[in-house]
C-alpha cells in the first residue's frame, strides 16, 4: 500500500472559523510533511516531522499549526486564516527525512483545496 | 544553493506524438537524485520517473524517458506516443543523496502539458 489520504477534499471557511486537515499513510513511514501549493506554482513545504517531533517549519505564520498525534497522523489546524491562504494543501510521506537514497522519495496525498471567504 | 529551471510554462502536443520537456539545474554536489512528477487535474503528484546522478544510463518507465546531460546540468523528460492521460503540469525535483543530507526536493516552476486529440 503507498497511498496517502487526505481529508476532506474540499474546505471552505470562513476567516474567524477553526478547522483541521487530516493526513494518514499506513506505510510505516517515519517523516511526513505539509505543503502548500498555488494554483500553476511548485509546492512550497511548510513542516516537517520526522518520528512524530517538528522537524522543520519553514517560518510558516503561526495561524497554521500542525500535529501529529502518532506515526501514521498528521495534522493541519486552521485558525484565523487570511483570503490569501486560499490553495491546494499538499501532505507527503517518506522513509525518513534525514536520510537520502532511493528508497526515501516522498509519496504525495491527492490534497485538501482549501477556500478562505 | 540548488535551484531547478524549467524554462518552458507550457506546451503542447498531439495525441501519439513525441514531446520532451526540458529541465536545468544548478548544484555543486556530485552525488543526488532528479525526479519528474506529473500532477493531473486530479492535484495529486505523481513520480513519473528518477534518475540518480552517479548512474549513467538514462532512467526509462514505459513512454516516459529522460535525458540526462551531467556535465549540462540537463534533465529532460520525452514522453513518447502521448496519450490525453498525460496531459497536466509536470515538475521537475531535485533532491540531494549524501550521507547526513535531508530529504528536501527543490521544484522546478513546472510546465503545463497540453494534449490535443
Known amino acids: 500500500d503507498t497511498e496517502v489520504t487526505q481529508t476532506p477534499k474540499h474546505l471552505v471557511m470562513g476567516m474567524t472559523n477553526k478547522k483541521s486537515l487530516k493526513c494518514e499513510q499506513h506505510?510505516?513511514?517515519?517523516?511526513m510533511y505539509w505543503y502548500k501549493q498555488k494554483a500553476k506554482k511548485p509546492p512550497e513545504l511548510m513542516f516537517v516531522y520526522s518520528y512524530e517531533k517538528l522537524s522543520i517549519n519553514e517560518s510558516v505564520p503561526s495561524r497554521f499549526s500542525p500535529e501529529c498525534p502518532n506515526s501514521s497522523l498528521l495534522n493541519l489546524h486552521l485558525h484565523a486564516l487570511q483570503p490569501e491562504d486560499s490553495a491546494l494543501y499538499l501532505c507527503?510521506?517518506?522513509?525518513?527525512?534525514?536520510?537520502?537514497?532511493?528508497?526515501?522519495?516522498?509519496?504525495f496525498g491527492p490534497g485538501t483545496r482549501l477556500t478562505v471567504t | 544553493a540548488q535551484t531547478v529551471t524549467q524554462s518552458q510554462p507550457e506546451m503542447s502536443v498531439q495525441e501519439a506524438e513525441t514531446v520532451t520537456l526540458s529541465c536545468t539545474y544548478d548544484?555543486?554536489?556530485?552525488?543526488?537524485?532528479l525526479f519528474w512528477y506529473k500532477q493531473p487535474p486530479s492535484r495529486q503528484m505523481i513520480l513519473v520517473i528518477r534518475?540518480?546522478?552517479?548512474?549513467?544510463q538514462n532512467a526509462t518507465e514505459n513512454r516516459f524517458s529522460v535525458n540526462f546531460q551531467k556535465a549540462a546540468k540537463s534533465f529532460s523528460l520525452k514522453i513518447s506516443d502521448s496519450q490525453l492521460g498525460d496531459a497536466a503540469m509536470y515538475f521537475c525535483a531535485y533532491r540531494t543523496n549524501y550521507g547526513g543530507a535531508t530529504n528536501k526536493l527543490i521544484f522546478g516552476t513546472g510546465t503545463l502539458l497540453a494534449v490535443q486529440p
Open positions: 548544484t555543486s554536489e556530485s552525488d543526488y537524485y
Open positions: 506505510m510505516g513511514h517515519r517523516a
Open positions: 507527503a510521506s517518506s522513509q525518513d527525512y534525514f536520510t537520502s537514497g532511493e528508497r526515501y522519495e516522498q509519496y
Open positions: 534518475q540518480e546522478a552517479y548512474k549513467q
